[in-house]
């Protein structure tokens, strides 16, 4: 199976732009979510997707957003870009079958944007 | 709420020598714990979890982590470490009822020849 993919794999942008990420999950996982990544605060979650309705949300302002199509795949977009969001961005798709905690989270390499 | 916190960002070890990672957990409840590691440029790969039915888990590459309640603890150890051990390691514990990963800062393991 193929794992979890990410694109684009690296992003510069500037300051107030916005920019979308997208994220395919492996075949048949219905949950997705998102982290960031930085050196300073390290790995924070953003957002989780079940069956295309968000189920769970960080502390991340609104200018954050994301989205899952019916095939399970997830975009987020990123809105006003400040310099802060310069991240790591890590994608994880997990089956969530049961909802629970044993599903195992599998992550995508990210995307690497940076913010001038 | 649940919390991890992993003792020394960086960890040095002679090749050939024991690798021991550090994890206590915050949790009122019983925990979902998790280690993952980090190769630099790539994603997170998850090297075991503990999900309550053996205290003593084995993952991948020769690590294995013991939960202990006592001491709130999910150390991550290997016997022997290998140049390709040399990594980020980071472990996590999941939010009650959600699939939301909380992660520890995260320790620099660094191999020695």
């Known amino acids: 199976k193929a794992g979890v993919t990410q694109t684009p794999r690296y992003l510069i942008k500037t300051r107030g732009q916005q920019v979308t990420l997208s994220c395919s999950p492996i075949s048949g996982h219905r949950s997705v979510s998102w982290y960031q990544q930085t050196p300073g605060q390290g790995l924070q979650f953003l957002f989780e997707?079940?069956?295309?309705?968000?189920?769970n949300k960080g502390n991340f302002p609104g200018r954050f957003s994301g989205r899952q199509f019916s095939n399970s795949r997830s975009e987020m977009n990123v809105s006003t870009l400040e310099l802060g969001d310069s991240a790591l961005y890590l994608c994880?798709?997990?089956?969530?079958?049961?909802?629970?905690?044993?599903?195992?989270?599998?992550f995508g390499p990210g995307t690497r944007l940076t913010v001038l | 709420a649940q919390s991890v916190t992993q003792l020394g960002s960086h960890v040095s070890v002679s090749e050939g020598a024991l690798v021991l990672l550090r994890c206590n957990y915050s949790s009122s409840v019983p925990p979902y714990l998790f280690w993952y590691v980090q190769y630099p440029n790539q994603g997170l790969q998850l090297l075991l979890k503990?999900?309550?039915?053996?205290?003593l888990v084995k993952g991948i590459n020769g690590f294995e982590a013991e939960f202990k309640k006592s001491e709130t603890s999910f150390h991550l150890t290997k016997p022997s470490a290998h140049m390709s051990d040399a990594a980020e390691y980071f472990c996590a514990v999941i939010q009650g009822g959600s699939e939301k990963l909380v992660f520890g800062k995260g320790t620099k393991l660094t191999v020695n020849p």
């Open positions: 503990y999900t309550s039915a053996a205290t």
């Open positions: 994880a798709s997990s089956l969530a079958a049961s909802g629970g905690p044993t599903d195992t989270q599998y």
């Open positions: 997707y079940f069956s295309e309705t968000q189920r």
